[in-house]
């Protein structure tokens, strides 16, 4: 089997191929699997950095790097997916662990916030986020606001 290749890059730093491979799969799981209609190009991509799991040419995973004030106070993930061939093999996991880290890194005094779809409460738990509120519905699913707190 290939092994993964890791790529972290700011909107500038994406190719033409990398920016459409991405929002590709944004779009095969937000909009066709699941089935929602929104506004996936939201303006925040631009001031985001990108993080994405390659294996040789084929996009498995992605998510955003939010930097504080972009989006929320704290810091933030977001758009978090893994391509349907991809799941099960625990890459999901590594993904967030990786967001986690780059975030901590980055922003270290902030905390990190995901806007996470209610049924992936228990599965964003067992990464260290807590729920902050209740449950809400955006663009027809279910979500819950969810605190990684930073230690110290």
């Known amino acids: 089997m290939t092994s993964l290749q890791w790529q972290t890059a700011s909107f500038g730093e994406l190719g033409n191929l990398q920016l459409y491979a991405a929002l590709r ?32 040419d084929e996009l498995l995973a992605y998510q955003r790097c939010l930097p504080p004030g972009l989006t929320y106070t704290e810091s933030g993930l977001g758009r978090i997916v893994v391509s349907a061939p991809a799941r099960g093999q625990q890459l999901g996991k590594e993904l967030v662990q990786r967001g986690i ?15 996470a779809q209610a049924y992936l409460q228990e599965y964003y738990e067992r990464l260290g986020f807590t729920p902050v509120g209740g449950v809400y519905e955006l663009d027809g699913i279910a979500h819950i606001y969810m605190l990684y707190r930073r230690s110290g």
């Open 25 to 56: 799969l944004r779009q095969e799981v937000f909009a066709v699997e699941q089935d929602s209609l929104y506004l996936d190009l939201d303006n925040v991509d631009q001031g985001a950095v990108h993080m994405l799991c390659w294996r040789q």
């Open 101 to 115: 880290a780059y975030n901590l890194q980055q922003w270290p005094e902030q905390d990190i916030r995901i806007n």
